[in-house]
DNA sequence: CTCGGTGCAAATGCTTTGCAATGTC
DNA sequence: GACATTGCAAAGCATTTGCACCGAG
C-alpha cells in the first residue's frame, strides 16, 4: 500500500475544500496509516504523542471526520459510545460480526451484499456514500466457552 | 399487534432474568407500543411525562435496554451521538437507507440480506443475535434539491 | 497579510451511577 | 421482611467549542 498516494489523496481533498495541508492532518493521517485494526481517537492520539507527535485530541478528532470525507478512513459505531475508526486505504469494504461476549471483530467480504445493497439503493432511488452490517452475537470461542 | 402479548414478552423475561414487574417497567414499554418510528430515550421521556407517566430518565434507559433484550425494541446507533429506538414487535427484520443532508430514514425488508447474513455467520460459525445494515447517503428529494 | 487551523481547557450532551426511599415478591 | 428498583442529582465520558495564537497560501 503506497503511503504516498495516501497523502496525495488527503492533500487533493483539502484543495477541493479549500482547505489547507498542515502538518498536523499529515501527522495523523501517518500514524492511520501504520495503525492495525479498528483503534478509537483517544488511542490514536496517545499513540501519535508517545511517537513524539504534537497534536491537540481536537485535531485528532478533526482530522479523522476528514479523512473519513476523503474515504482514507472508516468510521463506525458499533454497540459502545464510542467511535472506531479503522484504515480503509488499500482495503476492500467489508463488514463486521461482533462478539458481544468477548468483544472480538470478525470481518468479512461479500460481493452479494454489495450488489444486494446497490439493488435497493437503486430501487430507493438513493445515492450511497458508504455502509456498515453489523452482526452482533456469538463468537465461535466464547460459545465454545459456555 | 397484541398489546397483552408484549408485555407477557416483558413479563417473562423479567421472570427468566429473576427481575422485578414494576409499573414504571410497563408503562415503558406502553409508551414504546403507542411510538411511531424511531425516537430517542430523551424524547421516549418527556413523551411519558407529558401522558402522566411519573418515570425517571434512569428508568427510562434502563428499561429500554430490557426491552431490547427481549427483541421487543431494536437499538440503533446511526451516525450521532444518541441512540434511537424503535418498536420491534410484530414487524420484520430490516435496515436503514440514511439520508446524510435530510437525516430522513428508508427502511427496507430484504430476505435475500437475511439469508446472506445467515450464510456468513455459519461459515464463521458465528451465532447471530441481532443484525443492522446502515447505508449512509443521499435520498431522492435532496438530490433533486441539489 | 489573511483567514483557516491549532491547542488548550472548558463546555456540552447523552448515559450511567450512588444512595436513600420505595414497593415487589 | 429482603432486596431489587426507583428517582434524583451528580458524575462520567466522548466529542465539540471558544478563543488567542500561529502559520499556510
Redesign the interface.
Known sequence: MDIQAAHDILTRHLKNGKQRATPERHAVLDAVLQSQGHFDAEGLYYRMLSNGSKVSKATVYNTLDLLQECGLVSKY???E?TSRYEKAFGRPHHHH?I??ECGDI?E?V?D??ER??QD??SE?????????????????KC?KAE
Chains 1, 2 share one sequence.
Open positions: 459505531r458499533f454497540a459510545n460480526l462478539c458481544l470478525i468479512f461479500s452479494k451484499l444486494l445493497q435497493v439503493c430507493k432511488r438513493f445515492i450511497a456514500h458508504n455502509s456498515t452490517l453489523q452482526v452482533f452475537g456469538t463468537c465461535m460459545r
